[in-house]
Antibody
Framework: QVQLVQSGSELKNPGASVKVSCKAS????????VTWVRQAPGQGLEWMGW????????TYAQGFTGRFVFSLDTSVSTAYLQINNLKAEDTAVYYC??????????????WGQGTLVTVSS | QSALTQPPSASGSPGQSVTISCAGT?????????VSWYQQHPGKAPKLMIY???KRPSGVPDRFSGSKSGNTASLTVSGLQAEDEADYYC??????????FGGGTKLTVL
């Protein structure tokens, strides 16, 4: 069965970096796009962008350029989200999700369990 | 870009129907047929309930339906059940490789 399993919670100091992993199983990883979504405590969902798992090409949403980096390791069917120069406002749960169909990236049927990143000194 | 606009809350009694709206911008919702709805229970990941305005993924009850008119999309939940109590989010393609989410609606089953 399809599964996306994310890495565990992280506690980081302001200015540090964090790398969240999202390991896919149960399907051919390079067939479906992966997206990243942020949810701050008590807030709604915020789309961060998506990565073409076939080409590796990332697309970042407004507000997620510069400090945010999407990457892949297709040999282990894993997508990564790296956040550099962490700020307190980056404290949130970060979700990865798989595109619903192979030919688009606009809706997402399988989600990781979420990774809580806490930024605090 | 601003998020899509949803009412913060909605409610209904078991067995009733409730409709949640999602108002878009000049491009989002009105301009594309890529509107989705997600259900999220507390502490859980979102679940896809509706895609491409009115299509249901396999396994989603037909009590859930979607529609769109102009720049407003809607999710209707018929025959409300206790387990439908959750947060609901709409999303829409907004052009230029951009996707927007709504602010979310908390559905309470009275």
């Amino acid at each position: 069965q399809v599964q996306l399993v994310q890495s565990g919670s992280e506690l980081k100091n302001p200015g540090a970096s964090v790398k969240v992993s999202c390991k896919a199983s149960g399907y051919i990883f390079t067939t479906y796009a992966v997206t990243w979504v942020r949810q701050a405590p008590g807030q709604g969902l915020e789309w961060m962008g998506w990565v073409n798992t076939d080409t590796g090409n990332p697309t970042y949403a407004q507000g997620f350029t510069g400090r945010f980096v999407f990457s892949l390791d297709t040999s282990v069917s894993t997508a990564y989200l790296q956040i550099n120069n962490l700020k307190a406002e980056d404290t949130a749960v970060y979700y990865c999700a798989r595109a619903f169909s192979p030919d688009q990236w606009l809706d997402f049927d399988y989600w990781g369990q979420g990774t809580l990143v806490t930024v605090s000194s | 870009q601003s998020a899509l606009t949803q009412p913060p809350s909605a409610s209904g009694s078991p067995g009733q129907s409730v409709t949640i709206s999602c108002a878009g911008t000049s491009s989002a919702v009105r301009g594309y047929s890529y509107v989705s709805w997600y259900q999220q229970h507390p502490g859980k990941a979102p679940k896809l309930m509706i895609y491409e305005v009115n299509k249901r993924p396999s396994g989603v009850p037909d009590r859930f339906s979607g529609s769109k008119s102009g720049n407003t999309a809607s999710l209707t939940v018929s025959g409300l059940q206790a387990e439908d109590e959750a947060d609901y989010y709409c999303s829409s393609y907004a052009g230029s490789h951009n996707l927007l989410f709504g602010g979310g609606t908390k559905l309470t089953v009275l």
